[in-house]
Structures are given as structure tokens and as C-alpha cells.
């Protein structure tokens, strides 16, 4: 199947492990060229060859110099995957049921809202002139909030809205805005010795190795197993090619059947 990305410019951010490397990849399959962003890069990512941005997306300009960056490079752009997000989850956010302080608050928003709300729009122009895409990445938390601090999963259902109205308000200049919606995948967020899946389990009193066999069952995934982030990286490839024009505004979810709605 040909997804018309060969030669495409495409820009994900977070993309130093986990989902957003497999994004890179999966582009890179495709032919296309992948401007890579997140604060360090890794072994992995630096193997894919990919040109690697730093950013600090959580910053109040990090996402716009980011962007004027990548554009300095080079002007052309098909393509935005917001990808970076997440965060850590204290056993103090854990353990509030207001999921953390105000200053958590503002760090979750900053990350999982903020940061694809400022790069989407310094990157807008350039999206325009090549009648784009943007794919957003969020949780299945934004619609089911149990399971990780409330800061989070707010921030999640803020970022579909905010990507359900700019789809409204630029698809007639060609450019679609969609979003992919995983459950629990297997990536350093919940594999890492410092990553959410980590906190979790200490703060429900399991080791880690327990808590990653039992969460996909806990968290309804009919497949009973972590998603594969190369299954994320498909659907956000479909999502981002010019094959695809009816899809705008959608919200597809990968989530091994987690989200037990219509
Ligand atoms: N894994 C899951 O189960 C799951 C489920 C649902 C949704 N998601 C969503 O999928 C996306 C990717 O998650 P993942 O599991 O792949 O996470 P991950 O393994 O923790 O990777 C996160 C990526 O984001 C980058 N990043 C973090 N903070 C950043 C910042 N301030 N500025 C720039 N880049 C930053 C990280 O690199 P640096 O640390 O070097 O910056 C890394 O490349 C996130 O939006 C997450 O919320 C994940």
C-alpha cells in the first residue's frame, strides 16, 4: 500500500523512545524524511538517522523555537506528530485525589496539552502551504481517567477538544488535524525504573514486574498483553497520509479494547 509519504518532511515530537521512536521509524519505512525532538536523544534514535532537534517542549517557548528551528533547516513541512507527554507520577500525585498541587498541574498541562497546542500552532503556516497533518497522541485516560493522576488524564481530554475544534477551524485550508488514542503500551514510561508504571506499582504495594503483567487485564485490554509501539506508529502513519483526506477530527483508538464504549 502506498501511503504517498515518500519525500514527505514530518516532524514528531518525543521521539527518543518508546511510541514516538517507532514513529520515526515507521516514517522512515515510508520513505519520508523525520525531524526528531525531545530533550536528549538516544542510541536508538540516533541509529535511525534521524535529524535531531533538542527541545524542552514543557517550556513556555520551547515549542515555538523548536519549530523556527526545524523550519530554518528547511522551510517544507507535511507532517506534526505531538507525541511528547506523560510525565512522572509522584506517590504525592498518586495518593491526591486532585492528582497533585497546582504546580503539577501547570507541569501536566505544560507537557500534555501546551507543548502540541504552541508547536501545531508556530508550525500552522508551513502546514498550510503543504495542506498537512497533524496527529496528536493521547491517552485512553483523557476518557477513562482512573488508573494515573487526574493532572493527566485532564490534560489528555483537553488536548482531543483542542484537536476536535482546530480540525473544524482549519480543515479549509487543507490541513487535518486527528488523534491516536493508546492504552497501556510497551514503552520506558512503563518499562523504565523511573517511569509512571514504576511509581505505580510501588504505590499499590507490587513490584514492577507484577504490575506490568497484571495491568492490561486490570485496564480491560481484551488482548491482555502491552501494545506493541509500532501498532501506534500505523495508525498514526494512516492518519498523516494524503491518502487519507476524510479523516479529520477523528480519534482512533489502539487500546486493545480498554475503552468499553460504543
Ligand atoms: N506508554 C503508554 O502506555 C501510553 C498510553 C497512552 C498514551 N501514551 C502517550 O504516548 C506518548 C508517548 O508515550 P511513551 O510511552 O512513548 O513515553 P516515554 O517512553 O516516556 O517517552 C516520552 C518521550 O517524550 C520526550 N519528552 C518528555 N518530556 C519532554 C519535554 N519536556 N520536552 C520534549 N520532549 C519530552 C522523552 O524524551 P526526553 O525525556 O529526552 O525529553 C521521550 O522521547 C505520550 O504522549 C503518552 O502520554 C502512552
Known sequence: MDLELDGTRVLVTGASRGIGLAIVQAFQGEGAEVIAVSRRTTPELE???????PADLAEPDGPRRMVEKVLELDPR???VVNNAGGGTASAEMLADPFGGTAATWASALALNLVAAVETTRAALP???????AVVNISSRNARDPRGAPLSYSA??????????????QVAESGVRVNVVTPSGTHTPMLTGEDGFGAELATHLGLDH????AV?????GMLTSALIDPAEIARAVLLLASPTM???????????GG?????
Open 215 to 219: 495491568l492490561p487485564k486490570e485496564a
Open 209 to 212: 514486574e507484577t504490575l506490568l
Open 258 to 262: 480498554s475503552l468499553k464504549v460504543a
Open 155 to 168: 490534560a489528555k481530554a483537553a488536548l482531543n477538544a483542542f484537536s476536535r475544534g482546530l480540525a473544524e
Open 77 to 79: 513541512l507535511d507532517a
Open 47 to 53: 541509529a535511525t538517522g534521524a535529524t535531531f532537534v
Open 126 to 132: 508551513a502546514l498550510v502551504r503543504s495542506r498537512g
Open 245 to 255: 483526506p476524510s479523516a479529520i477530527g477523528s480519534n482512533w483508538t489502539v487500546d
